[in-house]
């Protein structure tokens, strides 16, 4: 079982020729909407991948089809609180030709999400991963860290959108996975430019995690683990890219899923790289993400 903690949203998307100046108007040439939020992407990018996943989060009144929806993509729902008097979660997704994109979330029931919405038993046997995002307030985000070390289940944190971390929780966590702006955002610092400045910045500073894992886009993923002074760097495979919305989901949700099944971290990582990359070369955040049998194939693009 993955138990996934995190915000449900609707996502606006709007595919844009190139997106948006400071007090400009565009036309959008394409409007989807979809079921959204880094919670909701990673419990479905788990579940196509094989895993059991239940879903903690809260909805509004007006989830119903989301929920549906959900429970169609096999994740448990039954810790989902529909909370009356809130709308759920909606993202404003701009997107344009590169597939580059600017998003605006408003976070609705999702800030709602209380500790006392947790499960007690978050892990119920050892070695159960419990993955978590930034996109919850951040007391339940350190309690469902602390509760899930605590139970002896393996701790995923996307520390997504960023905010500084509380260092107690942040020893808690088995694996963190930022992106390029999390990590410097996490430090400090900068954001590394290239590879190498990111493989530098990992190789210098002393995160508590157990392993960090940033993502690099197009240029994959970098591992750096506690016990060890190297960094790996895993690249992606070359796709035709047209829409990265989701890409970060999909791969914590195969990242999830692989450690759940006791895969190795770097061999893990490696199927998340794969996983994310493929959930590239179509639209939306939850379309593209691919199911098991397009990863167990051994040629991919
Ligand atoms: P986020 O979407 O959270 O900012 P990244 O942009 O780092 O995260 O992307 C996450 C993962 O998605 C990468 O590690 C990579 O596997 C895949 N990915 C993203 N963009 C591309 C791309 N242009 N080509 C191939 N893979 C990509």
Known sequence: LVTVVGSVNRDLVLT?????????????RH?????????????????????RVRLVARVGADAAAIL???AVEGVDIGAVSPDERA??????????????????????????????????????SPGEVVLVQN??????????????????????????????ADTRALAAVDVLVPNLGELAALLGTDRPATVEDARALLGRVALPCRAVVVTLG????????ADSATTTHIPAPVVD????????????????????????LRS???????????????FGAQTAMPYAAQLDVPALP
Do not use: H, M, W, Y
């Open 218 to 225: 197009a240029d994959g993923a970098v591992l750096k683990e």
């Open 68 to 70: 549906d929806a959900l």
């Open 135 to 164: 996109e919850i307030p951040p007391d339940v985000v350190e309690q469902a860290v602390l509760r899930a070390r605590e139970q002896g289940g393996v701790v995923v944190l996307n520390p997504a959108p960023a905010r500084p």
């Open 16 to 28: 844009v020729p190139a997106l948006p100046g400071r007090g400009e108007t565009v036309l959008a």
């Open 241 to 264: 890219a047209v829409d990265t919305v989701g890409a970060g989901d999909t791969f914590c949700g195969a990242l999830a899923d692989a450690l759940g099944r006791g895969t190795g």
């Open 87 to 124: 709308t759920t979660g909606i993202a404003a997704v701009v997107v344009d030709e590169r597939g580059e994109n600017t998003i605006v979330v408003n976070l609705g029931a999702n800030a709602g999400l209380a500790v006392q919405d947790l499960p007690s038993r978050l892990v119920r």
């Open 268 to 282: 893990a990582v490696r199927r998340a790289v794969r996983a994310a990359s493929l959930a590239t070369t179509g």
């Open 31 to 51: 409007f989807t909407e979809g079921i959204g939020g880094k919670g909701a992407n990673q419990a479905v990018a788990a579940a196509r991948l094989g895993s």
